[in-house]
T-cell receptor, first 114, second 116 residues
Framework: AQKITQTQPGMFVQEKEAVTLDCTYDTSDPSYGLFWYKQPSSGEMIFLIYQGSYDQQNATEGRYSLNFQKARKSANLVISASQLGDSAMYFCAMRVGNTDKLIFGTGTRLQVFP | DARVTQTPRHKVTEMGQEVTMRCQPILGHNTVFWYRQTMMQGLELLAYFRNRAPLDDSGMPKDRFSAEMPDATLATLKIQPSEPRDSAVYFC??????????????FGEGSWLTVV
């Protein structure tokens, strides 16, 4: 079965600190892609970062990086130098093989405090 | 700046009324998704299309929901008749087919539906 698990319902971090949001996945298909989306209180879903299963290096996009550990089936999001504007829900998602649909985790609510 | 456009952004309607939500995917994208988000169920895939053909609508209550793509620039999700339990945020997303297309899935801003 294909599944995404986010075990942290909520996380707190102080401004300027780094934070790691956990994501584990389950699939037997060797071809898959992992996504992270941010959903602020305004509700839109904002694409953050992507990692393909064959990518040799961990993906990075500005302050976002993805700690991809294939053997552990984990794809944790690392946000460096947190900002107050990073407070939001964060969703991990997976797309498998040549299926098109994204399977989402339950999300982690991140609160950044001054 | 290409983006997925959804209308209406907000809708309040009475139980029993028909609701139609519209989505304009990003030009060139051949895959369109409809997701529903609620507090209890999180993000659920309702239906998706590839090259305008419906591929999977197993997540959609068939008796009252219907999804169509009359052309490549328009996807619709219709609820008839609407019920209070349909109150949710409905997201449209578009992308390119398949794994090798990578990170090309983008969401619209959502349609916030309240059925009273």
């Amino acid at each position: 079965a294909q599944k995404i698990t986010q075990t942290q319902p909520g996380m707190f971090v102080q401004e300027k600190e780094a934070v790691t949001l956990d994501c584990t996945y389950d699939t037997s298909d060797p071809s898959y892609g992992l996504f992270w989306y941010k959903q602020p209180s305004s509700g839109e879903m904002i694409f953050l970062i992507y990692q393909g299963s064959y990518d040799q290096q961990n993906a990075t996009e500005g302050r976002y990086s993805l700690n991809f550990q294939k053997a552990r089936k984990s794809a944790n999001l690392v946000i460096s130098a947190s900002q107050l504007g990073d407070s939001a829900m964060y969703f991990c998602a997976m797309r498998v093989g040549n299926t098109d649909k994204l399977i989402f985790g339950t999300g982690t609510r991140l609160q950044v405090f001054p | 700046d290409a983006r997925v456009t959804q209308t209406p952004r907000h809708k309040v309607t009475e139980m029993g009324q028909e609701v139609t939500m519209r989505c304009q995917p990003i030009l060139g994208h051949n895959t369109v998704f409809w997701y529903r988000q609620t507090m209890m169920q999180g993000l659920e895939l309702l239906a998706y299309f590839r090259n305008r053909a419906p591929l999977d609508d197993s997540g959609m209550p068939k008796d009252r929901f219907s999804a169509e793509m009359p052309d490549a620039t328009l996807a619709t999700l219709k609820i008839q008749p609407s019920e209070p339990r349909d109150s949710a945020v409905y997201f449209c997303a578009s992308g390119l087919t398949g794994f090798w297309s990578g990170n090309t899935i983008y969401f619209g801003e959502g349609s916030w539906l309240t059925v009273v």
